[in-house]
């Protein structure tokens, strides 16, 4: 139960400091952060649960994370289905906190809520086979990333600026395609304030991070398996 509160606040965390760092703070024209604010917010907020929570339940934050540590070896898989319903309801959470922060603001619109989508709803108009092409990769490359960093050989006491560093970067490479999910919590969440096409659009932002993901552990696990 400990585990599953870590993991209900830092997704929490996670959605309130990055989308909430896009919905709130960056459309002020020229004061605005813009989307190295944004990458920057969702990369910060991962540093700081990692080393907050990572302790305590590893801090996934994401059912893509913990399947690929489950496919990698690294996690038990009668935790699976606890964690991922812990990630998203914290998820969901967050966005509630959100909307009611923003919606404090007087003639407030709801308008994409900073969800994830690809066709008319893309940042920059990019297709259903780009942004699958684009979140699975990058997802692919995450959990390396994770894998890598928390390896009994890798250094002691970086993983959370690796991970954190790495999600920043994918922000900044995926923001202008699909908003950037890579997580599916995070999708669910902000999907479910935006409603209409954005839930017609989730099922993407499932199946994309989970194949990436789970590549990603077979392949860890084949490269560099943990030794005794």
């Given amino acids: 139960m400990k585990k599953l509160i870590a993991e209900f606040i830092g997704t929490s965390w996670l959605v309130l400091g990055g989308c909430g ?9 020229e004061l605005g952060i813009g989307f190295a604010g944004v990458s920057l917010a969702f990369g910060l907020t991962v540093v700081t649960m990692a080393y907050a929570i990572g ?4 801090c996934h934050l994401n059912p893509a994370v913990s399947i690929g540590l489950w496919m990698g070896g690294r996690f038990d898989k009668k935790e699976l289905l606890p964690y991922i319903g812990a ?36 940042p920059g108009g990019y297709g259903m086979l780009a942004a699958l092409i684009t979140e699975a990769v990058l997802t692919f490359m ?8 928390t390896h ?43 409603g209409d096409w954005a839930l017609g659009q989730l099922w993407l932002f ?21 030794r005794d």
């Fill in 55 to 58: 302790h305590i339940s590893g």
């Fill in 152 to 194: 009994a050989k890798a250094p002691n006491g970086f993983a959370g600026l690796a991970i954190g560093l790495g999600l920043t970067l994918i922000h900044l490479v995926s923001i202008p395609v699909t908003n950037t999910s890579v997580n599916p919590a995070r999708s669910t969440s902000q999907a479910l304030f935006a």
């Fill in 206 to 226: 499932w199946v994309a991070p989970i194949i990436g993901a789970a590549l990603a552990g077979l392949v860890y696990k084949y490269i560099s398996a943990e």
């Fill in 142 to 149: 995450f959990l390396i990333i994770i894998l890598g960093s």
């Fill in 21 to 29: 760092s896009a919905v709130l703070a960056a459309g002020y024209p």
């Fill in 87 to 122: 990630q998203v309801a914290g998820a969901v959470a967050g966005a509630g906190i959100l909307y009611l922060i923003a919606s404090g603001r007087a003639g407030f619109e709801l308008g994409g809520f900073a969800a994830n989508g690809y066709g008319e709803h893309s």
